[in-house]
C-alpha cells in the first residue's frame, strides 16, 4: 500500500485543474441503465469510485469504453443481463444503491446489496427504499439484500422526503422519468450534483422540472434515449484545493472554479482571511493576514458542505482564536480530529460539536486516515506543519482525488507518494 509524505512551509505558487465532480459521475453513470442506447460522459474523472461504479454497470450487463484515458465514459446497455448488485462490490461504495431505481424503472426487478462505504455513521437508504415503495415497488429485505419489483412497471406518485438526502433525491429522480404518470417529490435535495443529473436525463427525454428547488416534478416518458453530456465541476476537490493557499501562504490559481457552486463555503473562507478573485479561468485564492476562526455548521445545498468540514477543520487548527464545528449531517464524522492532535492541535469533540482552539504551529507525525476527506485534511495539515507527515492507507485518496501529489507538487508543494514497506 502507498503513502504520502508531506513537508509542511512550502507556499504554493501556480495553477490546479478541477476535476469533474466524483459524486456527480457515480450518479450519471447509474443514468446508463435507464435506457438501451448509449450515454457518453464526458469531463470524466479518474477516480478508484469511478472504476467501482464500472466493474458494477458491468456486472449488470452495460458496456462501458473508457476513452480519452478516461476523460470520456460510453455507456451502453442495450439490455440489462442480470438485476443483482452483489456485496462484493456494493460494499466498497455506498452510490452502487444508484442502481437500485434505474433498473426497478426500466425492467421491473431489482436486487441490490444494502451498502457500505465511508465509516461515517450508520447511513441507511430508508429513504430511497420508502420513496421508491410510494411509487409502487414491492420490496423485501433478505439476507442484506433488498430485493424489489415492480411487474407492472413503477407508478408516478407524490412522496415527500423525511429528509433531503442527495442519493435518495438521485434514484427516486431517475426512477420517476419511466414510471407512468406524474410524480412530484417535495424536500429533494438541491446540490449541484443533483441538478447536474437532472440535465443529463432531460437530455435523455426525461420530462423534469424543479431542479435546484425542494421540489422536482417528473411526468414520465415511455422510453429514453442516448445523449452525451459533460460532467459538472468537482466542487468539493475545488474547495479542497481552496484551503491549500490559505493554509500553506502563496497564492493559487483553480481552474474551472466556480464560486457559485460553494457560495457558503468561500463565505466561510473569506471569513478566515482568504481572498477569493475570479478570473477568466476560474478562482484564485490567496491570504495575506492570520488566519482567523470561524464557526462553521454542516447543512444540506446550499449551506456548507459536510464534504469539507474534516478539511476546514485543519485550516482552522491554525487560526489564532476558538472555532466551533457543527457536524448536522453525519454522525461521526470527526474522526480526523484524533490524528490532528496527534500533531499538536487543540481540539475537543462533544459528540455532533468540535472546539477547535488555534495553536501557533502543527508538527508533521505519521498519520492515518479512515475515510475520503478525513485523508485529504492531514495532507492540507500536512502542508502548514513543521518537519514531515506521512498519511497511509491512500486509497481513501484515490477515490476522491485524481493526481493529487501532481497537482500539489506542480504548485510547489514539497510532497511525494511512495510504496509502504
Ligand atoms: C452524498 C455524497 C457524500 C456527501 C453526502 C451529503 C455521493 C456519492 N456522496 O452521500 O459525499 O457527504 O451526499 O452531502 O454523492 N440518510 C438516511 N436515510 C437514507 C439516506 C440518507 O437516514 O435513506 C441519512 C444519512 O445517514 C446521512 C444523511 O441522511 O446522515 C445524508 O445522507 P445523503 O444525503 O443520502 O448522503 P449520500 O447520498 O450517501
Redo the contacts with the bound molecule.
Keep these: 500500500m502507498d503513502k504520502i509524505i508531506v513537508k509542511g512551509g512550502t507556499p504554493l505558487h501556480g495553477s490546479i485543474e478541477i476535476a469533474g465532480a466524483k459524486?456527480a459521475c457515480?450518479?450519471l453513470m447509474p443514468a446508463a441503465l435507464l435506457c438501451a442506447e448509449p450515454l457518453t460522459l464526458t469531463n470524466a474523472p479518474r477516480l478508484s469510485d469511478i472504476a467501482t461504479m464500472t466493474e458494477l454497470l458491468e456486472s449488470l450487463g452495460c458496456e462501458v469504453a473508457s476513452l480519452q484515458e478516461g476523460r470520456v465514459l460510453v455507456l451502453g446497455t442495450a439490455k440489462i443481463s442480470n438485476h443483482t448488485a452483489h456485496y462484493d462490490i456494493v460494499r466498497k461504495m455506498?452510490?452502487s444503491i444508484l442502481v437500485l431505481g434505474p433498473m426497478l424503472a426500466r425492467d421491473g426487478e431489482a436486487v441490490c446489496s444494502l451498502p457500505g462505504g465511508c465509516a461515517i455513521?450508520?447511513?441507511?437508504?430508508?429513504?430511497?427504499l420508502s420513496g421508491l415503495e410510494a411509487m409502487g415497488a414491492e420490496l423485501d429485505l433478505r439476507e442484506g439484500y433488498v430485493h424489489a419489483k415492480a411487474p407492472n412497471g413503477l407508478i408516478g406518485a407524490e412522496y415527500e422526503l423525511p429528509?433531503a438526502?442527495?442519493?435518495?433525491t438521485e434514484n427516486l429522480l431517475m426512477a420517476a422519468t419511466l414510471a407512468k404518470g406524474t410524480t412530484v417529490l417535495k424536500n429533494v435535495?438541491r446540490?449541484p450534483?443533483i441538478v447536474d443529473l437532472a440535465e443529463c436525463l432531460r437530455a435523455m427525454g426525461a420530462n423534469i422540472s424543479g431542479e435546484g428547488s425542494h421540489t422536482l416534478t417528473i411526468h414520465g416518458v415511455k422510453k429514453l434515449h442516448g445523449a452525451t453530456h459533460r460532467v459538472v465541476t468537482d466542487r468539493i476537490e475545488l474547495g479542497t484545493y481552496m484551503i491549500a493557499p490559505v493554509i500553506a501562504g502563496g497564492e493559487v490559481e483553480l481552474i474551472g472554479g466556480r464560486r457559485d457552486l460553494l457560495e457558503a463555503f468561500c463565505t466561510k473562507l473569506e471569513a478566515a482571511g482568504a481572498t477569493i478573485s475570479e478570473t477568466e479561468n476560474g478562482l484564485t485564492v490567496t491570504r495575506d493576514g492570520p488566519i482567523k476562526p470561524v464557526d462553521i455548521v454542516t447543512e444540506?445545498h446550499p449551506g456548507f458542505?459536510?464534504?469539507l468540514q474534516a478539511q476546514m477543520m485543519a485550516l482552522l487548527c491554525f487560526s489564532d482564536g476558538t472555532s466551533v464545528l457543527e457536524e448536522k449531517?453525519?454522525?461521526n464524522r470527526f474522526m480526523h480530529a484524533p490524528e490532528l492532535i496527534r500533531m499538536g492541535a487543540d481540539i475537543e469533540v462533544h459528540g455532533g460539536h468540535a472546539t477547535v482552539n488555534g495553536v501557533s504551529a502543527l508538527k508533521g507525525a505519521p498519520v492515518m486516515a479512515t475515510d475520503l476527506r478525513a485523508s485529504v485534511s492531514l495532507i492540507l495539515a500536512g502542508l502548514a506543519a513543521k518537519g514531515e507527515t506521512v498519511v497511509s492507507r491512500v486509497y481513501h485518496l484515490d477515490r476522491g482525488y485524481e493526481q493529487l501529489v501532481r497537482k500539489l507538487s506542480a504548485c510547489g508543494a514539497d510532497i511525494v507518494r511512495e510504496k509502504e514497506a
Excluded: M
Design positions: 459524486n457515480l450518479t455506498r452510490a455513521g450508520a447511513r441507511p437508504v430508508d429513504i430511497h429528509f438526502s442527495v442519493g435518495a435535495a446540490e450534483e444540506v458542505p459536510t464534504d449531517i453525519f454522525e
